[in-house]
């Protein structure tokens, strides 16, 4: 494969890429994404490099859920329908406080599906007309983000019928800085989970799909060919955020990677959420799933795609 054997011998050449374009992650959006050509991968041949190594020859698929608001429970419904009909497996992210309100939905999913700790506290509340974030880690002290990992801890616990397995701080990739991080993996450590999936693809682009750090395995986010550093999240690809209305780029972007990466046999964990909210019912997300499931591509719970951070 001539992406992972150039990573390998000349990894800075792959490290000045990903420097072009990290940066223009947040910002990007389905109008005007952080655009590379689909038939130049080069950015992500230190990635392939690392999957490689951890043993990984095709790409696999780690779908999660983060679900923010009361719109969630009931689109999960919907949602786990069509990957139950395609043997697509999920995990679940949902904030304490929403795990108590849609609890008799999220016991039944809970039966198949793994959950992480996603924090207790309400990550949305509803404003006017709309949902907006709440409880970014970023503004608090940090013994009150410490205390709002552990009481998420005790709450999945406690209605799930076990732990959780993994951690994911609310807004994926707010809460970045290395000593962010450093808070994050610690905890998790003491917590004994496997993993940890809070970082953006560019720290993929550098470390790898499943790198182990303070015993903990770090499962960033994945990108796209398309636009590499840019989560490829159902937010980012709604046309309208009031109503929820997904655009086609969101299948497009999802389409164009597998196909890209299947034809030049290159490794990859594709790690990529999405709000039920956002997705149910949607003809983007369900021709999108459809395609990764024709195409073969295996798919992982958390623990599992945790699991090949550990080889060796």
């Given at each position: 494969?001539?992406g992972?054997?150039?990573?390998?011998?000349?990894?800075?050449q792959?490290?000045?890429?990903?420097?072009?374009?990290v940066?223009?992650?947040?910002?990007?959006?389905?109008?005007?994404?952080?655009?590379?050509?689909?038939?130049?991968?080069?950015?992500?041949?230190?990635?392939?490099?690392?999957?490689?190594?951890?043993?990984?020859?095709?790409?696999?698929?780690?779908?999660?859920?983060d679900?923010?608001?009361?719109?969630?429970?009931?689109?999960?419904?919907?949602?786990?329908?069509?990957?139950?009909?395609?043997?697509i497996?999920?995990?679940?992210?949902?904030?304490?406080?929403?795990?108590e309100?849609?609890?008799?939905?999220?016991?039944?999913?809970a039966?198949?599906?793994?959950f992480?700790?996603?924090?207790?506290?309400?990550?949305?509340?509803?404003?006017d007309?709309?949902?907006?974030?709440t409880?970014?880690?970023?503004?608090?002290?940090?013994?009150?983000?410490?205390a709002d990992?552990?009481?998420?801890?005790?709450?999945?616990?406690?209605?799930?019928?076990?732990?959780?397995?993994?951690?994911?701080?609310p807004h994926f990739?707010?809460?970045?800085?290395?000593?962010?991080?450093?808070?994050?993996?610690?905890?998790?450590?003491?917590?004994?989970?496997?993993y940890?999936?809070t970082?953006l693809?560019?720290?993929?682009?550098?470390h790898?799909?499943a790198?182990?750090?303070?015993?903990v395995?770090?499962?960033?986010?994945?990108?796209?060919?398309?636009?590499?550093?840019?989560?490829?999240?159902?937010?980012?690809?709604?046309?309208?955020?009031?109503?929820y209305d997904?655009?086609?780029?969101?299948?497009?972007?999802?389409?164009?990677?597998?196909d890209?990466?299947?034809?030049?046999?290159?490794?990859?964990?594709?790690?990529?959420?999405?709000?039920?909210?956002?997705?149910?019912?949607?003809?983007?997300?369900?021709?999108?799933?459809?395609?990764?499931?024709?195409?073969?591509?295996?798919?992982?719970?958390?623990?599992?795609?945790?699991?090949?951070?550990?080889?060796?």
């Amino acid at each position: 494969m001539r992406g992972v054997r150039l990573a390998a011998t000349q990894p800075s050449q792959a490290v000045e890429r990903i420097k072009q374009l990290v940066g223009n992650a947040r910002a990007s959006t389905p109008e005007a994404p952080a655009a590379t050509p689909l038939n130049d991968l080069s950015i992500f041949e230190r990635y392939a490099s690392h999957a490689a190594s951890l043993g990984l020859s095709k790409p696999l698929l780690f779908l999660s859920f983060d679900c923010d608001t009361d719109l969630d429970p009931p689109a999960t419904v919907e949602v786990m329908k069509l990957l139950d009909s395609l043997e697509i497996k999920a995990t679940f992210a949902v904030p304490g406080v929403q795990l108590e309100r849609g609890i008799d939905i999220y016991r039944e999913v809970a039966q198949r599906c793994e959950f992480m700790n996603h924090g207790h506290l309400p990550h949305a509340e509803w404003r006017d007309d709309r949902y907006v974030g709440t409880t970014f880690y970023e503004n608090m002290p940090v013994s009150a983000v410490e205390a709002d990992i552990r009481k998420g801890h005790e709450t999945v616990t406690r209605l799930t019928g076990r732990p959780p397995q993994g951690f994911r701080a609310p807004h994926f990739g707010h809460f970045k800085l290395p000593d962010q991080l450093a808070l994050v993996h610690r905890l998790a450590h003491e917590l004994e989970y496997r993993y940890c999936s809070t970082t953006l693809p560019e720290y993929a682009l550098i470390h790898g799909p499943a790198s182990l750090v303070d015993q903990v395995v770090e499962l960033p986010a994945f990108g796209s060919v398309r636009a590499p550093t840019s989560i490829l999240d159902s937010w980012t690809h709604l046309s309208d955020r009031k109503d929820y209305d997904l655009a086609p780029t969101y299948a497009e972007f999802m389409i164009e990677t597998v196909d890209n990466l299947l034809t030049e046999k290159m490794p990859a964990l594709l790690t990529w959420y999405a709000d039920p909210a956002h997705v149910a019912g949607q003809e983007p997300f369900e021709r999108a799933m459809k395609h990764v499931a024709s195409r073969g591509i295996r798919s992982l719970s958390g623990s599992e795609a945790a699991a090949l951070g550990r080889v060796g």
